[in-house]
């Protein structure tokens, strides 16, 4: 079955950092490009950053101001997200989901992974 | 950045009835907009892509419309499993955004 695992969130402090990655399984992941969406407990969907698949071209969320950086592995098939300067806004579920061929739509997302930013 | 607006926010509706939800862009996206279904406690998952396509196993009941700035999502007959939130978002310009969200529950 195709799918994505996201781990390592948990509980930070404000202006901790935290490392966010999603496993991809039985498909191609070098081809496709990847993305992380947030949602806050009761709110929308946010975009927060995209990669294509070589690693070559990455996107951001204007709010991110430079604090988070998106980068994969393609020999072990995993997409990260590092956090820095996190903010208690910053909560949310962290949601790792696969470009759909060339767009920029999502056609695989992963059950996403809780970052709490709380002292 | 391209704001996208859902409205309304929430449609109480009973099974069988006919849907249509609205993602209203603040400049033109062409047709370069899809539409997601969100249930509780799951991920989002694609319906519609390039505002009239549908994804990979969506139920023909399930068709979207438009282009420019006015977009639509149609349910023709809402069965029980409908009950989600609905996302709409566009791909012509980075930043991506995902509108609001429209909420359609049971009556």
């Known amino acids: 079955e195709v799918q994505l695992l996201e781990s390592g969130g948990g509980l930070v402090q404000p202006g901790g950092s935290l490392r966010v990655s999603c496993a991809a399984s039985t498909f191609t992941f070098s081809t496709y490009a990847m993305s992380w969406v947030r949602q806050a407990a009761g709110k929308g969907l946010e975009w927060v950053s995209a990669?294509?698949?070589?690693?070559?071209?990455?996107y951001y969320a204007d709010s991110l101001k430079g604090r988070f950086t998106i980068s994969r592995d393609n020999s072990k098939n995993t997409l990260y997200l590092q956090m820095n300067s996190l903010r208690a806004e910053d909560t949310a579920v962290y949601y790792c989901?696969?470009?759909?061929?060339?767009?920029?739509?999502?056609?695989?997302w992963g059950r996403g992974t809780l970052v709490t930013v709380s002292s | 950045e391209i704001v996208l607006t859902q409205s309304p926010a929430t449609l109480s509706l009973s099974p069988g009835e006919r849907v249509t939800l609205s993602c209203r862009a603040s400049?033109?996206?062409?047709?370069?907009l899809a539409w997601y279904q969100q249930k509780p406690g799951q991920a989002p998952r694609l319906l519609i892509y390039d505002a009239s396509n549908r994804a990979t196993g969506i139920p023909a009941r399930f068709s979207g419309s438009g282009s420019g700035t006015d977009f639509t999502l149609t349910i023709s007959s809402l069965e029980p499993e409908d009950f989600a939130i609905y996302h709409c978002q566009q791909r012509i310009n980075w930043p991506l955004t995902f509108g609001g969200g429209t909420k359609v529950q049971i009556k």
């Open positions: 989901a696969k470009g759909s061929g060339g767009y920029w739509y999502f056609d695989l």
């Open positions: 990669i294509n698949g070589p690693g070559t071209s990455t």
């Open positions: 400049q033109n996206v062409n047709t370069y």
